[in-house]
Nanobody
Framework: QVQLVESGGGLVQAGDSLRLSCAAS????????MGWFRQAPGKEREFVAR????????SYADSVKGRFTISRDNAKSTVYLQMVSLKPEDTAVYSC????????????WGQGTQVTVSS
């Protein structure tokens, strides 16, 4: 069992930066592909970014490409999402999730952290 806890959210202005963290406990994160997702009010949850177990391969939604960077520190069992040039449309609850390689379902989820970007 893996417990994921996000932190780092907050209220910022457009153009500002934030770094989200996702800390894992229970088991090491190194065996899991990690993803960040977000859900805005009234909208479905959407994929934001993904990182391979070693950190060598990353993938991003088109809407955040070039502005967000996902990274991980397996020694600290922590995954990060660095967000720059934030826009009001980035406002959402951001959640991290874990899945095993060669599977498609994220099986562990954090509770989420709110990011609000004012214009």
């Amino acid at each position: 069992q893996v417990q994921l806890v996000e932190s780092g959210g907050g209220l910022v202005q457009a153009g500002d930066s934030l770094r989200l963290s996702c800390a894992a406990s229970g088991r090491t994160l190194s065996s899991y592909i990690m993803g960040w997702f977000r859900q805005a009010p009234g909208k479905e949850r959407e994929f934001v970014a993904r990182i391979s177990t070693s950190g060598g391969i990353t993938s991003y939604a088109d809407s955040v490409k070039g502005r967000f960077t996902i990274s991980r520190d397996n020694a600290k069992s922590t995954v990060y999402l660095q967000m720059v040039s934030l826009k009001p449309e980035d406002t959402a609850v951001y959640s991290c999730a874990a899945r095993l390689p060669m599977t498609s379902e994220y099986i562990y989820w954090g509770q989420g952290t709110q990011v609000t970007v004012s214009s």
